[in-house]
């Protein structure tokens, strides 16, 4: 039982820090379109750059829209991640909840068995006593 509650709680842990992770790299993702958008907008307005400031900062662009296309791949792929360990984590809990009922069931069989058992020590002990 505990272990199911120790990899329950571990895959919560897995998937408050995905979802932390998740999080941090959307809102990274926003602030590179910023800069994105931002570089973009200094190229604009400077047209008469030299040509090794143009291969600069096309270079600098280049590079922030790999490092937005990775953080968009990174985030679907964490989220991906985050649905499959919460369905896993559904799955987990419906085992408990039938591990628990099912012992439940058991511990209740033990209880009335303890109980005959009791009955019959008792009626072993007059029966005893009668013969005396």
């Known amino acids: 039982m505990s272990r199911y509650n120790s990899d329950l709680t571990q895959r919560e842990q897995e998937l408050l820090k995905i979802r932390r992770d998740s999080n941090t790299k959307a809102a990274e993702l926003v602030k590179m379109e910023k800069m994105l958008q931002q570089t973009k907008d200094l190229l604009d307005k400077k047209t008469e750059t030299s040509s090794e400031k143009m291969d600069c900062q096309e270079n600098m662009v280049e590079d922030l829209e790999e490092k937005v296309r990775s953080s968009r791949r990174y985030r679907r792929n964490s989220l991906h991640h985050t649905q499959m ?37 008792a009626v072993m002990e007059k029966l005893a006593a009668g013969h005396r």
């Open 85 to 121: 360990l919460e369905s896993q984590m559904k799955t987990v809990k419906g085992e408990l909840v039938g591990t628990l009922d099912h012992l439940q069931e058991l511990r209740n069989i033990l209880h009335r068995s303890q109980q005959k058992a009791e009955e019959r020590k």
